[in-house]
């Protein structure tokens, strides 16, 4: 079972920028879409950005300009870009991994960013 550890979330101010990266404990080749969701307090996680397997990319239109979500298959790891942080964007951020063929959807354990006013 494929496993997901992200990293590099971080206390951060208004406007700043933080990158972060998932990494998996094995290949994420083959047909599959890996994505950024968040969940602040009191709140439903949400879809921040996607990207197939195939390089197609969705954002969510909250951030849509603002960040910016990679993937290296070589590396096994997804990244995510965050530039022009605003509070709103306070948050556990979370990988994910989902494969329709063998009904897997895959989490990792998040990774908190708090962005200051």
């Known amino acids: 079972q494929l496993q997901l550890v992200e990293a590099g979330g971080a206390l951060v101010q208004a406007g700043g920028s933080l990158r972060l990266s998932c990494a998996a404990s094995?290949?994420?080749?083959?047909?599959?879409?890996m994505g950024w969701y968040r969940q602040a307090p009191g709140k439903q996680r949400e879809l921040v950005a996607d990207?197939?397997?195939?390089?197609?990319?969705n954002y969510a239109d909250f951030v849509k300009g603002r960040f910016t979500i990679s993937r290296n298959n070589a590396k096994n790891k997804l990244y995510l870009e965050m530039n022009s942080l605003k509070p709103e964007d306070t948050a556990v951020y979370y990988c994910?991994?989902?494969?329709?063929?063998?009904?897997?959807?895959?989490w990792g354990q998040g990774t908190q960013v708090t962005v200051s006013s």
């Open positions: 994910n991994y989902r494969r329709i063929y063998g009904s897997i959807d895959v």
């Open positions: 094995g290949s994420i080749l083959g047909i599959n879409t």
């Open positions: 990207i197939t397997s195939g390089g197609k990319r």
